[in-house]
């Protein structure tokens, strides 16, 4: 069972994941802003599949996908205070990616469904995004060490 409990600077190994996945996470969203790492930056909208923009010239992106990324990040650095909140934020958070890949696997790309806007290499990475998070939640859960400082892996 992970540490439920708060110490000041000691975080259990599922808060750190959490943290780390939603600093991820919120980096994904600020370089959706950054001109040349997001091709066909001037064609970025506020949503749907007419933003032609493309996060590293591979992942389709919108103002609105950018923002969704950053609060979720956001969320996972917060969530990430205690163990539970963090379990709570991988567990979850990664079934929400899973409804999202079955979700880009169902709409027509090119149809106003696609309103986030997503492509099949999204799609393929919110399926790894949410087993990985899911497996994270899971995994984390069956260990109680709290880490203490940097992580060094001594």
């Known amino acids: 069972m992970a540490t439920t409990h708060h110490t000041a600077g000691a975080r259990s190994r599922m808060q750190l994941a959490s943290q780390a996945v939603g600093a991820v996470f919120l980096l994904v969203g600020i370089l959706g802003f950054i001109p040349g790492i997001t091709t066909n930056y001037g064609s970025l909208g506020f949503a749907g599949h007419m933003s032609e923009a493309m996060l590293l010239g591979v992942f389709q992106v919108s103002i609105l996908h950018n923002i969704v ?14 163990a ?3 379990k709570n934020f991988l567990l979850y958070g990664g079934i929400v990616y899973l409804v999202l890949w079955v979700y880009g ?3 027509g790309h090119e149809t106003p469904a696609n309103f986030v806007p997503v492509n099949t290499a ?3 990475l919110h399926f790894l995004l949410g087993v990985g998070m899911i497996a994270l939640a899971l995994l984390l859960s069956r260990q109680s060490t709290t880490v ?3 992580v060094t892996g001594h």
């Open 69 to 82: 990324h950053m609060l979720f990040g956001v969320a996972g650095i917060l969530m990430g205070r205690t």
């Open 84 to 86: 539970m909140q963090a």
């Open 105 to 107: 696997l169902l709409i």
């Open 122 to 124: 999204d799609n393929w």
């Open 148 to 150: 203490r400082g940097a």
